[in-house]
């Protein structure tokens, strides 16, 4: 099995890079922009890029599923002999909202999960100066293609809260707004830098090349995020998941954050102190 995980990483590594390429292709072009919900856009490359990802995947590997983020589940090709187990979770133009104004910042999210419901690999890549990370989990980092990786580059300032420049991302949901925009603006106050660029792609990939010392990923449980701690932990970095209750609520949410030790435990323990101050509980 290990050997077909890492078969399919690499299909996913290249059929990434060619989604990524036609994304690209297309960016200044005519497009179609229509509104998704509240807070979000979707345009006819979103549904493009997804349809030629399914069809990559399925001409190789019919019996995989696949969970989409415009076509949904997609269940194993009738054709298949037997269901492999394994489920594909893909967001073919991650940065949606970017790219319908032109904005270079958008890219393309992959992870792999097996019957456990663990991801066993992931590949992130941000489209527009078309950088790749690829990895499989008890493997490492199969591919990167901006730095021949050996281990991520240190930022030099990087180990003191004040001196951390990290990303963070947020899912589309507004369910807990308040609660993500007091936690923002304490790491915003806390942090050097906090980017914003509503595509976790980016942000995981300039993490992977040491180029950011984090990345917080606020109840987003999407493919980026699965791909993301994957692709940070394949790196020989940390990574967190603080579970939450809201007060008065039944509903669990999650924070995922990942990087250096000494940043994922600074930033932790920020985000544990401001939950604990706007009266939610870990569960």
């Known amino acids: 099995m290990a050997r077909e995980i890492e078969a399919r990483a690499v299909l996913g590594r290249d059929v990434a890079r060619e989604a990524g390429d036609f994304a690209r292709e297309r960016l200044l072009g005519p497009m179609s922009v229509r509104q998704k919900a509240s807070r979000d856009v ?15 995947i399925r001409e190789r590997y019919p019996g995989d599923r696949i969970v989409s983020e415009e076509a949904g589940l997609l269940e194993p090709c009738a054709t298949s002999s037997r ?39 992931a590949i992130v890549h941000e489209s527009q100066n078309g950088r790749t990370v690829a990895a499989v989990r008890n493997v490492g980092v199969l591919f990167n293609d901006s730095t021949r990786f050996q281990q991520p580059k240190s930022r030099p300032l990087c180990g003191q809260m ?12 507004t369910l807990h707004r308040e609660i993500g ?8 106050w806390s942090c050097r830098r906090v980017l914003s660029t509503w595509a976790p792609s980016v942000d995981w990939v300039l993490l992977a090349n040491g180029n950011i ?3 917080v990923a606020f109840d987003a449980a999407g493919p980026e995020t699965l791909a993301g701690i994957l692709v940070a932990e394949s790196c020989g970095l940390g ?9 008065a609520t039944a ?19 920020r985000i544990l102190a401001a939950l604990d101050r706007l009266g939610c509980q870990l569960a």
Do not use: C
Not at 89 to 103: I, Q, T
Not at 181 to 188: G, K, S, T
């Open 42 to 56: 979707v345009t006819a490359v979103d549904f493009e890029a997804e349809e030629l990802i399914v069809r990559r």
């Open 83 to 121: 269901p492999s187990g394994l489920t594909w979770h893909v967001d073919p133009l991650d940065g949606s909202n970017n790219y319908a104004l032109a904005l270079p910042l958008y890219g393309v999210a992959m992870a792999l999960r097996d019957e456990s419901e663990q991801a066993v690999a």
């Open 162 to 173: 004040g001196d951390l420049v990290i990303a963070w991302s947020q899912g589309h949901s």
């Open 239 to 247: 990574a967190q998941v603080i579970k939450y209750r809201p007060a």
């Open 251 to 269: 509903e669990v949410s999650s924070i995922s954050m990942a990087g250096p030790e000494a940043a994922v435990e600074a930033i932790g323990g």
């Open 213 to 215: 010392d984090g990345v």
């Open 181 to 188: 925009e007091a936690i923002w603006r304490d790491l915003r």
